[in-house]
């Protein structure tokens, strides 16, 4: 394989041990080569950030993701407290801010509502897209290109079911494609989640889009 991209995952769960597909997605793709898995609640329980070593991680990758549940949504605290302190001015933005410049940026996201609850009609309201536009404008603001995100809705639906399997699949292959840059970047783009990009490119038919 010729020149990989390097994926950096940081991932933010607080309470892995009680977790039914995070912990299962983070082992799918655990030792996948030009992979580095970052669990920062296991780096940094007492939330105290080395924002240097943080940094050096971000240049050393081409491909940004951030793996988490999607808690009130947005993303458990550690992640912003992450943002915060490592998404330096002069570092990630600014005049001389160009250090994330030209990567590539992907939320994955696990939820508790299905699909239909993330609608004008729905419970939340609001689509998952809509819901995310803070870490578009985030990836946007640093030079990012924002990918389509990667989400899993109705996980206790699907645990109980036993459906989990074929998303956790679908995640590896994502990640595998992503770093051997075999997506057609401009394609994926048309798709509001990368999950429904990758079903159309392995023929599975993608589900009808609701009312947004």
Not at 4 to 26: D, G, M, T, W
Request: proline share 6%; charged share 20%; glycine share 4%.
């Amino acid at each position: 394989m010729v020149n990989p991209n390097r994926i950096l995952v940081l991932f933010a769960h607080p309470a892995l041990e009680k977790s039914r597909v995070n912990r299962q997605l983070v082992k799918a793709i655990r030792g996948i080569d030009a992979v580095t898995i970052h669990d920062l609640y296991e780096h940094y329980p007492n939330f105290h950030i080395n924002v240097k070593a943080e940094q050096e991680l971000l240049l050393a990758h081409d491909i940004i993701v951030f793996q988490h549940p999607f808690y009130w949504y947005s993303s458990p605290a550690i992640l912003k407290e992450w943002q915060d302190l490592v998404l330096e001015y002069g570092f990630a933005y600014g005049h001389h801010g160009t250090a994330l410049r030209g990567k590539k940026f992907l939320s994955a996201i696990t939820t508790g509502g299905s699909e239909q609850a993330y609608c004008r009609k729905g419970h939340n309201h609001f689509s998952i897209r809509e819901l995310l536009t803070p870490f578009e404008q985030t990836a946007r603001l640093c030079g990012m290109q924002y990918l389509p995100p990667f989400v899993i809705y109705d996980t206790p639906h699907l645990y109980e079911t036993q459906q989990v399997g074929k998303y956790i699949e679908s995640y590896r292959t994502a990640i595998a494609l992503l770093r051997d840059n075999l997506i057609d970047w401009d394609h994926l783009q048309s798709h509001k989640h990368l999950n429904y990009y990758l079903d159309q490119v392995t023929n599975t038919p993608e589900p009808p889009l609701h009312v947004q």
